[in-house]
């Protein structure tokens, strides 16, 4: 069961973020209303064995389905392009959601290694043991793309730009490839935001988005999204949510509702000021490497241009002196807080190979780039001249 406001479709991303999906109750409230609500009720036995054979659809139970997740949901779709969303309580409930309803023992999935840490722990750990064979490959390679997808294979998950090197894969040839060997493409979109890549456009069938991150934006809950089409959200991933339950809670689809309305404006500003502080430490002599997918020398520049409409609000510099460099630089920052979060209205600096991506051995975090000098920054809605300020200062410390 969901709910439906139509909607325009001249209506650009920062219309559609602020009115899409809202229903009102009979009262006409301004602001998306909160359904705080487990339950519903019948008026009759007619009326509830009628909802449970699907005769007449309507809210049963909130792990189904709830009218302000619903809104949540309806206003993501409309954002993101998609026939229709799912909403989880968590990036990794989405993630795992994704994958794991359109695999069995015996399919294949192949990603790219750049991956979020549980991300990759899902593809490397959880899903072998249920006898489903998972393949890395360098993500910015398309002739390991093209080698490992010589073989049927159910899903393909990539992460695009990665965490934390900022990898990019290119969607439009990772898709054609994966829909040859039979696959579905499932694209974390987390980084990119969907104001900033559109996946759906250049091939993908699914995309999925922590939530907690830019959609909230401002560090107060976890959630989760999935989109595609209506097949594949009502037919394939609605049963296997419906029963394994990782649903949203109404509370926190009512914070991500609000926290829409200003994505559009928070995320233009955080890819300001981004492109600014990686400007401003470009060349820097305690950096080893600047990587921002906004810069021009950025190694896969050319194919940010062609999939992202900004850089993003995400930046990895790499520290000459190694863990006690970072280290140092870390706790000389007095603005940017230390923090594993991201997509943060407050800017939050994290030292990956310590902390997210703690649990990987040293020769693969060096697959994934992430060198143990890598800082990971996130930039938020503070003014740029003064977290310019802040990390050139922390930098004399070091
Ligand atoms: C944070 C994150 C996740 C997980 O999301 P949670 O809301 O923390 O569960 C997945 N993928 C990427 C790229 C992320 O940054």
């Given at each position: 069961m969901t709910v439906k406001r139509d909607i325009k479709t001249s209506w650009k991303a920062a219309t559609r973020?602020?009115?899409a999906g809202q229903v009102r109750s009979p009262f006409k409230e301004t602001s998306e209303t909160l359904y705080m609500t487990s339950g519903y009720v019948y008026d009759s036995a007619e009326e509830a064995e009628a909802a449970f054979d699907n005769s007449q659809p309507r809210f049963v139970y909130s792990r189904f389905g709830n009218p302000t997740v619903a809104m949540f949901e309806q206003r993501m779709a409309a954002i993101e392009g998609a026939e229709a969303a799912r909403a989880t309580s968590s990036g990794m409930a989405a993630?795992?959601?994704s994958i794991a309803c359109q695999v069995k023992a015996g399919d294949r999935v192949v990603a790219s290694d750049a991956l979020f840490g549980s991300c990759q722990f899902i593809l490397a750990e959880i899903l072998p043991k249920w006898g489903i064979e998972t393949v890395f490959v360098d993500g910015r390679d398309l002739a390991q793309w093209q080698q490992a997808l010589a073989k049927p294979t159910r899903v393909v998950f990539l992460e695009t730009p990665s965490n934390p090197g900022l990898r990019l894969v290119d969607l439009k040839a990772v898709c054609d490839l994966a829909h040859a060997a039979g696959a579905n493409v499932v694209v974390d979109n987390v980084f990119a935001t969907p104001l900033l890549q559109q996946p759906l456009t250049f091939g993908a069938?699914?995309?999925v988005y922590s939530a907690t991150k830019h959609i909230d934006g401002q560090g107060r809950c976890l959630g989760g999204v999935i989109l595609g089409t209506e097949k594949y959200i009502n037919e394939t991933l609605q049963p296997f949510i419906r029963h394994t339950g990782p649903s949203l809670s109404p509370?926190?689809?009512?914070?991500?509702?609000?926290?829409l309305e200003t994505l559009d404006l928070r995320v233009r500003a955080q890819c300001a000021s981004a492109l600014r502080i990686a400007e401003a430490l470009r060349g820097h002599g305690k950096l080893t490497a600047v990587q921002y997918p906004g810069l021009k020398d950025f190694a896969q520049y050319d194919l940010a241009k062609q999939q992202m409409s900004a850089g993003g609000t995400m930046l990895s510099l790499s520290l000459a002196g190694g863990k006690a460099a970072a280290f140092r630089f870390l706790n000389a920052l007095e603005l940017v807080?230390?923090?594993?979060?991201?997509g943060d209205s407050k800017s939050l600096a994290t030292h990956p190979m310590t902390t997210t991506h703690q649990r990987l051995t040293a020769e693969q975090r060096a697959k994934q780039g992430i060198d143990d000098g890598l800082i990971r920054l996130s930039v938020g809605l503070e003014d740029a001249d003064d977290l310019i300020d802040d990390v050139l200062n922390a930098l004399k410390a070091v």
């Open positions: 973020l602020v009115h993630v795992f959601a069938d699914v995309v509370m926190n689809a009512w914070i991500l509702l609000k926290g807080l230390i923090s594993n979060n991201l």
